[in-house]
Nanobody, 121 residues
Framework: QVSLVESGGGLVQAGGSLRLSCAAS????????MGWYRQAPGKQRDLVAT???????VYADSVKGRFTISRDNAKNTVYLQMNSLKPEDTGVYSC???????????????WGQGTQVTVSS
């Protein structure tokens, strides 16, 4: 099993910044992609950004130029630096890892519990 522990959410005014972190732990053999997804109230969960172990990055159009995803492979940790935050960025941000473990020796999608980000206008 893989445990994903997120931190860094909170309340911020529009134009402000937050940095999210997500650390993966467990009997991990390898992690391919790690990323962040966002679920706004009453909406489905959508991709924010993902990064592969090789550094290939995908951003949602709505966050390009404002958010930066990065990763420390040695620590199995992914970060999301969020600048110029807007009220529409409000939601629960969940960490995802596509990992292979000793007990599940194939790529499987693991999720964190989520951290709330609220941007006030």
């Amino acid at each position: 099993q893989v445990s994903l522990v997120e931190s860094g959410g909170g309340l911020v005014q529009a134009g402000g910044s937050l940095r999210l972190s997500c650390a993966a732990s467990g009997s991990i053999f390898s992690i391919n992609a790690m990323g962040w997804y966002r679920q706004a109230p009453g909406k489905q969960r959508d991709l924010v950004a993902t990064i592969t172990s090789g550094g290939r990055i995908v951003y949602a159009d709505s966050v390009k130029g404002r958010f930066t995803i990065s990763r420390d492979n040695a620590k199995n940790t992914v970060y999301l630096q969020m600048n110029s935050l807007k009220p529409e960025d409000t939601g629960v941000y969940s960490c995802n890892a596509q990992a292979v473990t000793m007990s599940r020796p194939y790529e499987y999608s693991y999720w964190g519990q989520g951290t709330q980000v609220t941007v006030s206008s």
